[in-house]
């Protein structure tokens, strides 16, 4: 016999009361009165209203000049907006003309587009959202932080609900009500060029770090709607290339993919964005077992659902499964989508009126989603403000927001490695860099303020560094400040550096008076199809840079700036220390400056699994097969570094993990003692990451789950203990009827090196 529970890994709520028991509740009465706010409301709108509201068109088609060739200084067009909000009743506006805006630049534009909406019958006031993804990314001079890989090496949830409640601040000043953003696809592969949008490759990491972002938005001072992306599957292309096919059988859909939906959407997140590309043979724009059945039926969803960028004409123009574009209409709307980001012509809502009209589409289905439209517009309260900016006055401070934003960049940087073997005694720690000896600074990303930043930073790509924050270091500016400026020789390349310039930078070197070299290495911004990549083998210019300079017998320490892992295995072994920075954003430098000179005690883990070979893709979580080697021998999963590496200068060392019995009844809640010890004379953050073990199972079980993380302080010198409590129903997973089930039978639970076994038996009929 089995405990059949809801289908999502973790869950502990049962089948029967899952959408009731867990979802936060709404008080009573304020339920009721919006719910009667908005039906007063549909009541008076015609067809067209309606066909408006379920409409999003991108801030370019009411501004002067040609959509996305716009005349500068980019302002509004008094005609299109007459057109666009009071003829044919848009409700909907997202994005920037390209770049970044003023606070006051934003102002002006959503006052002018709320005073044109406010012309139009129904006066209903426009939703606005933006791409703030690591803070307020369109809102010239705003505080950025690191990007959420950056986040989820960091562990700590409370520190990144922070960081989303600063970034709503902001973004609510600009006058921005909607955010598009948290991303909760896993990211299960590193070619996939939007990797390091996510929280990493563990559902229960990013199901965590999404709940704390979206309770960051929505719930603080200034609270603006969340949207989650990409719903569902987006991160799985087959190719690794963006929006390429997915093929995700139902059960890895669910043991994988829709935790973290399920989570954010128990938060109460507002919206949910879908998922560009297609599933099965089945573009997500056009299924409705993915938006109606899992969505609104299983996970119990009452928001609002918005399509990604014209993804209902690419249901035509690119996945070839609608004639054209009214049949495609027709087909995301039937399948469960509510608003068409279209978002760059004019004919999605005539086109929709004629499909009702026409007895395609009821009206009463168009009523469901322009009834979601009207609360969020409700919730966000919209209808009190009519949309309108909060005073340009009260724009926060930067300075109150800051450090939020600097404390998650020092969090995040990683330590990798730090066994060096030029050394005085080999082997030995490189790191922190001590001494008064000159520092080589070099490599492509060691001046670049964008590479510290990435995508979605100023314009899309995040390349232009008109738009960098004024003011803000690079890594080498930073390596200045903290190490002195006499102790600093850099020299700078660019990402197509060649072998000339590699033997320049050798020719000049004096191994002497060099203490070290401090290789920055890694990407330039890119995202979506723009960084999809053939391979992720570290660049060849990048990799011959380290072996030169090892070969001058001086300690090497790379830092990598990027957002996904290359591999560069044969050039590891000449690295005598390896700092992982990811994406930190504007307050990376100073942050890697004070990790790599010990002003900071290092304390990041990294999220994913770092491959040591370019066709290794495997996770943490990967089954016991995947072990097996060419040679038919076990052992075979060797990758570069693991799912939760990060070491620290002063080592913390796990002793033992104790439980209170052997044998425990479906049910119970497992408590557990981890014992450390910090062997050094720092003190130090240790993040304890606990896994279980399912022996055997009815589906092959994973090698790990992660289970629980937990971040201390431990003392130097000291040893402490730290508790947990695993609930049994949580020991499940997805089994062969597509459903959450708990088997009985032998488990383990794992910190580190140190293990534990137990027993999962069924209640005693004495014991209901």
């Given at each position: 016999m089995r405990l059949n529970t809801v289908f999502l890994s973790g869950f502990s709520c049962m089948s029967i009361g899952f959408l009731s028991s867990c979802r936060p509740s709404v008080a009573p009465d304020l339920s009721e009165k919006k719910t009667a706010f908005v039906d007063s409301v549909l009541r008076t709108m015609s067809l067209e209203d309606k066909a408006g509201e379920m409409t999003q068109l991108t801030l370019d088609m009411v501004c002067v000049g040609k959509p996305f060739k716009l005349e500068k200084p980019h302002r509004l067009d008094t005609t299109k907006l007459q057109k666009v909000l009071v003829d044919l009743k848009v409700g909907s506006i997202l994005n920037c003309g390209g770049h970044a805006y003023s606070p006051a630049q934003w102002h002006e534009f959503i006052s002018g587009i709320q005073s044109a909406a406010a012309q139009k019958t129904?006066?209903?006031?426009?939703?606005?959202?933006?791409?703030?993804?690591?803070?307020?990314?369109?809102?010239?001079?705003?505080?950025?932080?690191?990007?959420?890989?950056?986040?989820?090496?960091?562990?700590?949830?409370?520190?990144?609900?922070?960081?989303?409640?600063?970034?709503?601040?902001?973004?609510?000043?600009?006058?921005?009500?909607?955010?598009?953003?948290?991303?909760?696809?896993?990211?299960?592969?590193?070619?996939?060029?939007?990797?390091?949008?996510?929280?990493?490759?563990?559902?229960?990491?990013?199901?965590?770090?999404?709940?704390?972002?979206?309770?960051?938005?929505?719930?603080?001072?200034?609270?603006?709607?969340?949207?989650?992306?990409?719903?569902?599957?987006?991160?799985?292309?087959?190719?690794?290339?963006?929006?390429?096919?997915?093929?995700?059988?139902?059960?890895?859909?669910?043991?994988?993919?829709?935790?973290?939906?399920?989570?954010?959407?128990?938060?109460?997140?507002?919206?949910?964005?879908?998922?560009?590309?297609?599933?099965?043979?089945?573009?997500?724009?056009?299924?409705?077992?993915?938006?109606?059945?899992?969505?609104?039926?299983?996970?119990?969803?009452?928001?609002?659902?918005?399509?990604?960028?014209?993804?209902?004409?690419?249901?035509?123009?690119?996945?070839?499964?609608?004639?054209?574009?009214?049949?495609?209409?027709?087909?995301?709307?039937?399948?469960?989508?509510?608003?068409?980001?279209?978002?760059?012509?004019?004919?999605?809502?005539?086109?929709?009126?004629?499909?009702?009209?026409?007895?395609?589409?009821?009206?009463?289905?168009?009523?469901?989603?322009?009834?979601?439209?009207?609360?969020?517009?409700?919730?966000?309260?919209?209808?009190?403000?009519?949309?309108?900016?909060?005073?340009?006055?009260?724009?926060?401070?930067?300075?109150?927001?800051?450090?939020?934003?600097?404390?998650?960049?020092?969090?995040?940087?990683?330590?990798?490695?730090?066994?060096?073997?030029?050394?005085?005694?080999?082997?030995?720690?490189?790191?922190?860099?001590?001494g008064k000896g000159r520092i080589l600074v070099t490599g492509p990303t060691a001046n670049s303020l964008n590479a510290l930043n990435g995508g979605w930073t100023g314009t899309w790509q995040g390349r232009d560094t008109t738009y960098n924050t004024p003011g803000r270091p690079t890594a080498v500016e930073s390596m200045r400040e903290v190490f002195g400026e006499d102790r600093i020789a850099f020299a700078g390349v660019d990402m197509d550096f060649t072998d000339a310039d590699v033997a320049d930078i050798t020719r000049n070197l004096n191994p002497v008076t060099t203490q070290c070299a401090v290789v920055f290495l890694g990407e330039m911004p890119y995202t979506e199809g723009k960084g999809s990549v053939e391979d992720i083998e570290l660049f060849d210019n990048q990799q011959n840079l380290v072996k030169a300079l090892h070969g001058k017998g001086i300690p090497v320490i790379g830092v990598y700036a990027g957002g996904r892992p290359r591999t560069f295995s044969n050039m590891e072994p000449m690295l005598d220390a390896f700092v992982m920075a990811y994406l930190p954003g504007d307050y990376g430098a100073r942050a890697i400056a004070d990790v790599l000179s010990g002003n900071f005690n290092p304390s990041g883990r990294l999220p994913f699994t770092w491959p040591r070979y370019a066709s290794a893709h495997l996770t943490y979580d990967h089954k016991h097969t995947e072990n097996l080697s060419a040679k038919l021998d076990w052992g075979d999963f060797n990758p570069l570094y693991t799912f939760g590496s990060g070491l620290s200068y002063s080592n913390v060392e796990t002793t033992s993990i104790a439980l209170t019995d052997s044998v425990f009844q479906m049910g119970d809640v497992i408590d557990i003692t981890v014992s450390l010890q910090n062997t050094g004379t720092r003190s130090t953050t240790e993040t304890v990451i606990l896994y279980s073990q399912d022996r055997v199972a009815s589906i092959t079980p994973s090698v790990d789950e992660l289970k629980a993380f937990k971040q201390v302080v431990v003392p130097a010198g000291a040893t402490i203990e730290v508790n947990f409590n695993v609930s049994t129903e949580g020991l499940g997973f997805i089994g062969q009827e597509n459903t959450y089930t708990v088997e009985p039978g032998a488990f383990g639970l794992r910190v580190k090196d140190q293990t534990v076994d137990f027993e999962l038996i069924q209640q005693s009929n004495n014991n209901p």
């Open positions: 129904t006066g209903i006031p426009v939703l606005y959202g933006i791409d703030a993804i690591h803070g307020a990314t369109y809102t010239s001079g705003a505080v950025l932080g690191p990007q959420q890989i950056g986040l989820a090496a960091t562990w700590d949830t409370a520190l990144v609900r922070k960081f989303a409640e600063n970034a709503a601040i902001e973004v609510t000043a600009s006058g921005i009500p909607w955010n598009f953003s948290p991303v909760l696809d896993v990211a299960r592969d590193a070619r996939w060029p939007r990797f390091w949008e996510t929280f990493g490759e563990a559902p229960k990491l990013v199901s965590d770090m999404g709940v704390a972002m979206v309770k960051g938005y929505q719930e603080g001072p200034a609270p603006i709607a969340a949207t989650l992306k990409h719903y569902v599957g987006y991160s799985r292309p087959l190719t690794g290339k963006d929006r390429t096919p997915a093929w995700i059988p139902e059960r890895q859909l669910r043991q994988i993919f829709l935790p973290p939906f399920a989570a954010a959407i128990d938060a109460g997140a507002a919206s949910i964005m879908v998922n560009s590309g297609e599933v099965n043979g089945i573009p997500v724009h056009a299924d409705h077992h993915i938006l109606t059945d899992i969505l609104r039926e299983d996970l119990g969803f009452e928001g609002m659902v918005v399509t990604d960028w014209e993804d209902i004409k690419y249901l035509f123009k690119r996945h070839k499964v609608a004639a054209n574009y009214k049949d495609a209409i027709e087909m995301a709307i039937h399948a469960g989508i509510d608003m068409s980001m279209v978002p760059g012509d004019l004919k999605f809502p005539g086109l929709l009126m004629e499909l009702v009209r026409e007895g395609r589409i009821s009206e009463a289905r168009i009523d469901e989603s322009v009834r979601r439209i009207l609360s969020m517009k409700y919730d966000l309260g919209l209808f009190r403000t009519g949309g309108m900016p909060p005073a340009l006055a009260d724009y926060p401070a930067k300075e109150s927001l800051e450090g939020t934003a600097a404390r998650a960049a020092l969090e995040s940087i990683t330590l990798l490695k730090n066994e060096g073997q030029h050394a005085v005694n080999e082997g030995d720690p490189i790191l922190p860099i001590g």
